[in-house]
């Protein structure tokens, strides 16, 4: 069968010419600017046939190149074979960005075009920015893959369902009185929302439109001194749901008339939005306002800091995703022992068993990355039937999992040993662990932000002569995404904007290092930050390590851990074994235990 690929791309060329246009640029994205994206919006996976969650693919006349970041070179390398399309290397030294590539390429009087409701107002200013100084022009309005596409797949229709308050634990109508507070402080009349897990989180709602995230489709209007209207296909409500919105002052509209009520907004109105949260579609249809005012959406940092009624139900989750770690764990050496024939794909299936039959589970965060030796040196795979390993007794499995439950959100990744390690694997994954225990351990002074603390995960193996290519922890949503702003833990970027780590933030601490055709090593759990002291220098801030599960010590070398790491270990894992231990018995008490076990 030939490849499907090029037709597509050749079709885009086809009407590109018909618009008169010279390159187009698709992104990764919706009208949400989601991360993951409703298969209604994957347009740039359709027409390059890459499904990775992060990337740009930019078409000319003559070239086209899919540009993403290293979780994903070899993934893209072998998805984008005989396609036609050339792989371009993100955030690699004397490779240039798509955007410079672009401008670089483009000419006086040339146009490009991007599909107005997958870029932001933000982005659409860079790129306006970059082409004028070539003399080129943007268009917004053309959306071209769309034109193209076939079949396409409709909008999601699952229902909308309530986030019971006992775990949402503050009333919206309290969220949406801090949110106008925060409006009035900015002088703003309106406010309009886009971002979908600030939609969730505000409105104490839930949905499925996007695989393992509890979201759903809508935009958010909010008047700071009258209601709020949810832009929401209506099919997914209840009649008492309705009821229960307008009862806390909000209003439900079609999902297609945001543009009609931004359009009645007049020369009084002064309306905030995050440029870099709302599609140029959707802002070209305000009025004329009085004001336009570009700032970050309060509800962004308002949900980043859990209360405390969220962090004891996080607390508990953590213990019953533990446990169901455990008993998914041993069941699997139990397998392997027996000389069962196992893959990676029934280790997704036996996590997903495990969690599934834990109390108000929901889902999963995020595909299973089961990956075994040289597979773990992808920081992203996924096993699919049609590729993946068979699991040996011998050197190393990465696992990195995640749960969606009504009381929180879970990611981990451990690294298991199936039978006997080299000396390499075990000083590699000795490395990283020497570097989470340094970042778990930190203390830090107000005000710190996540890139002036990288460097502490980073440097044993700086020290070694390797390092990692992705951040080292991501913010965490509450029963909501798995990755959330406004805070990370990544090496600084240049003019980026620093966020400072706030008690009640959730971050995930993952370093890694990723050795290809050989093995990869992460390990990640999720911590809080926490205040830990006042002094003459003022106030300080640590971690406190949220998830429960044992490291395999078989992976590690005990020899290159020092004191204060080792007691650590020790510490971490008898606080998993005193949390987690009522939750199992018998072959899983076990194998806890002695997971447990001081080094």
Known sequence: ???????????????????????????????????????????????????????????????????????????????????????????????????????????????????????????????????????????????????????????PKAPVVEHPLAYAGTPRADKFEKLRNALRKQHATHHLVSSLDDIAW?????????????????????????????????????????????????????YTTLGSALGELGAGDALLFDAGRVVSSVLQTAGVLAKRIEAANPSTALKACK????????????????????????????????????????VDTLLREERSAQPDFVGESFSTI?????????????????????????????????????????DITRVLALGPTTAEQRRDATLVMKGMIALSRARFPKG????????????PLWASGMDYGHGTGHGVGYFLNVHEGP???????????????????????????????RHGIRHENLAVVVEAERSEFGEFYAFETLTLCPFDRRVLEPGLLNPEERAWLDDYHATVRAAVAPLVEDADLAWLEKHCAPL
């Open 1 to 155: 069968m030939s490849h499907p690929i090029p037709a597509r791309v050749a079709a885009l060329r086809e009407a590109m010419v018909k618009h008169g246009v010279a390159a187009c640029l698709v992104p990764t994205a919706d009208p949400h600017l989601s991360e993951y994206l409703p298969a209604h919006w994957q347009a740039r996976e359709w027409l390059s046939g890459f499904t990775g969650s992060a990337g740009i693919l930019l078409v000319t006349a003559s070239e086209a190149g899919l540009w993403t970041d290293s979780r994903y070179f070899s993934q893209a390398e072998q998805q984008l074979a005989g396609s036609g399309i050339a792989l371009m290397k993100q955030r690699i030294a004397h490779a240039p960005e798509h955007l410079t590539w672009l401008q670089q390429h483009m000419h006086q009087g040339e146009v490009v075009a991007v599909a107005g409701d997958s870029v932001s107002v933000a982005t659409q200013r860079q790129i306006e920015r970059l082409l004028e100084a070539a003399g080129a022009k943007l268009r917004v309005d053309l959306d071209l893959p769309g034109s193209i596409w076939p079949e396409r797949p409709a909008l």
């Open 202 to 254: 505000l409105t104490n709602l839930r949905g499925s439109d996007v695989e393992c995230n509890p979201v759903f489709l809508a935009h958010l209007l909010v008047e700071t001194e009258g209601q709020a209207t949810l832009f929401v296909d209506r099919a997914k409500l209840s009649d008492s749901l309705v009821g229960a919105l307008a009862a806390d002052g909000i209003r439900v509209a079609s």
């Open 307 to 346: 209360s405390t009624t969220e962090l004891n139900h996080i607390r508990e989750v953590m213990r019953r995703d533990g446990a169901a770690l455990v008993r998914a764990f041993r069941r699997l050496e139990e397998r392997l022992a027996a000389g069962m024939a196992q893959t990676e794909l029934d």
């Open 370 to 410: 089961a990956g075994y030796m040289e597979n773990g040196a992808l920081p992203h795979y996924r096993a699919t039937p049609e590729s993946h390993n068979t699991l040996q007794r011998h050197g190393l499995l990465l696992v990195d999992s995640g749960g969606q439950y009504l009381g929180g959100t879970t």
């Open 448 to 459: 710190a932000s996540g890139p002036q603390l990288d460097a502490l995960a980073r440097a």
């Open 487 to 517: 805070h990370g833990i990544r090496p600084p970027i240049s003019g980026g904007t620093l966020v400072a780590l706030e008690p009640g933030m959730i971050s995930s601490i993952e370093p890694g290092l990723y050795k290809p055709a």
